[in-house]
T-cell receptor, first 121, second 110 residues
Framework: AAGVIQSPRHLIKEKRETATLKCYPI?????VYWYQQGPGQDPQFLISFYEKMQSDKGSIPDRFSAQQFSDYHSELNMSSLELGDSALYFCASSRAGKGLAGGQPNTGELFFGEGSRLTVL | KQEVTQIPAALSVPEGENLVLNCSFT??????LQWFRQDPGKGLTSLLLIQSSQREQTSGRLNASLDKSSGRSTLYIAASQPGDSATYLC?????????FGKGNQVVVIP
């Protein structure tokens, strides 16, 4: 079965450089999430997109931006990189179901990619 | 803010013993709870998803229970094997995001 594909798997950047991570969700999944996992830490939610619109924003620095394209793939752009940005960046996708009152999308089962390991020197 | 706690942080068991991993969360208004497995430096593999209306889910040697009112979930792994050695993460879902615990790091000794 197709899984979430992330690229690149590894990248090394210098401080103040820019990096772009790509994510290809599972086919027919309409929601994409980005998480950051620092060394020895639990994953932290950055941002999510539902049907190509930003649906939620977590602890994402202003230096980072993301978008979801018409083919549902997503890109995370990171500028002015800092040493503390070194981490594993995970993309996940899900197929949203109907939520509770208000019709908000309900998080279905999340499937994660293998992650992109960013090292900032 | 949702706080997710996993106890114990680390444990070692001899092969064949049953594993019991605990997860607690502070806000019981969740949509679902998901257990993941993570090998060192690798991605997160979904093991079980329990919807907020469910009490438990089973898959092979894995069984997860959910008591939403008390904010607890338990993952049972029967007859542990060395291949079960990994970190197990509990995550609760609300408002389209997951809040993770710090994981239970498990070593199964042959």
């Amino acid at each position: 079965a197709a899984g979430v594909i992330q690229s690149p798997r590894h990248l090394i950047k210098e401080k103040r450089e820019t990096a772009t991570l790509k994510c290809y969700p599972i086919p027919r999944h309409d929601t994409v999430y980005w998480y950051q996992q620092g060394p020895g830490q639990d994953p932290q939610f950055l941002i999510s997109f539902y049907e190509k619109m930003q649906s939620d924003k977590g602890s994402i620095p202003d230096r980072f931006s993301a978008q979801q394209f018409s083919d549902y793939h997503s890109e995370l752009n990171m500028s002015s990189l800092e040493l503390g940005d070194s981490a594993l960046y995970f993309c996940a996708s899900s197929r949203a179901g109907k939520g509770l009152a208000g019709g908000q999308p309900n998080t279905g089962e999340l499937f994660f990619g293998e992650g992109s390991r960013l090292t900032v020197l | 803010k949702q706080e997710v706690t996993q106890i114990p942080a680390a444990l070692s068991v001899p092969e064949g013993e049953n594993l019991v991993l605990n997860c607690s969360f502070t806000d019981s208004a969740i949509y679902n709870l998901q257990w993941f497995r993570q090998d060192p430096g690798k991605g997160l593999t979904s093991l079980l998803l329990i919807q907020s209306s469910q009490r438990e889910q089973t898959s092979g040697r894995l069984n997860a229970s959910l008591d939403k009112s008390s904010g607890r979930s338990t993952l049972y792994i029967a007859a542990s094997q060395p291949g079960d050695s990994a970190t197990y993460l509990c995550a609760v879902s609300r408002n389209n995001r997951l809040a993770f615990g710090k994981g239970n790091q498990v070593v199964v000794i042959p």
